[in-house]
């Protein structure tokens, strides 16, 4: 019996292997081999990898923001005005007198933007934290993000978008508490105007929809914005371009790495690369993710 199912097995991988050979050799797959041993690189600035990041975070957006199941919030804090970042004339003088704005290509002059992206992040994370403190202060709690998306505007600047889950009645006038509390205290850290009006800058959606919004733009970019490669080589957006909270990751086990996994547990199975050393548990949880053999590229 033992021995029948044996065999039946070694029938199987036989049979794999001699199904997935001759496609093999050599790799049809076009890939990167720039890195160590002539493998993939995985830097982000990377035409080839860069890409691969790039489907990655679209991913990893849409399964975690999906998986809460709820609606969300979402609300963008912009760049402060002209009075703090002007605009540089020469790049649309051509244009003869006009009111810069973004239907005309303006951009921001260069030194203003480098000086106020300088410590953006350090800046976003006073504001962030100064707001929560005060909505804590105010309502007694406040909510955590799900998630948060930078991106650059049409005239230079970066904005950032924000992802807050509604799971409980009150959550949505705690995210009207924070959204006032950033717009009071936006000035001093130099940012601009968020949006708090219901409908209008303040808007309700599914989590698919909001990954949607947030990621539409990524891989291939969308109505003249950049892509998100292009966004990794902006030098005047923070490095941490998109962030998905831990909570949620730490449910749905979709996070970069483990991403990046199922592509080698893929390569694996195709019988690129030799196997990895992972622990038995982390094997089984990439093969959960990654989903029953024969498995597609992901
Ligand atoms: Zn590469
Ligand atoms: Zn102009």
Known sequence: MVLGVLGLVVQAMRGRAERIAPTLAPPSREGCTRGWQR????????????????????????????????EVAFASVTPPGQAELPYDGRVCAHLGPHKHGKGYGCRVNGDALAEWSRDLSKRWKRLHNAARNATRREMGRCLPLACRAWEPQSRGPGHVHLVFALHRPGDLELVKCYL??????????????????EGVSLQLMTGERAAAYVST??????????TLQE??????????????????TRKTRVTMRNLRRCRQLWAVRMRLPPAPSWSGIELARIVLLAGPWPARAP
């Open 39 to 70: 493998g993939s690189c995985k830097k982000r600035t990377c035409e080839i990898c860069g890409l691969t990041w790039a489907r990655d975070w679209r991913r990893g957006m849409f399964e975690n923001l999906k998986s809460l199941g709820v």
């Open 180 to 197: 006032a509390h950033v717009a009071r205290l936006a000035p001093r850290h130099k940012f601009g105007f968020p949006g708090e009006k």
């Open 217 to 226: 733009y990524f891989v291939k970019g969308k109505g003249g914005k950049p």
């Open 231 to 248: 966004n990794a080589r902006n030098p005047h957006l923070p490095r941490l371009l998109i962030w998905v909270a831990p909570a949620l």
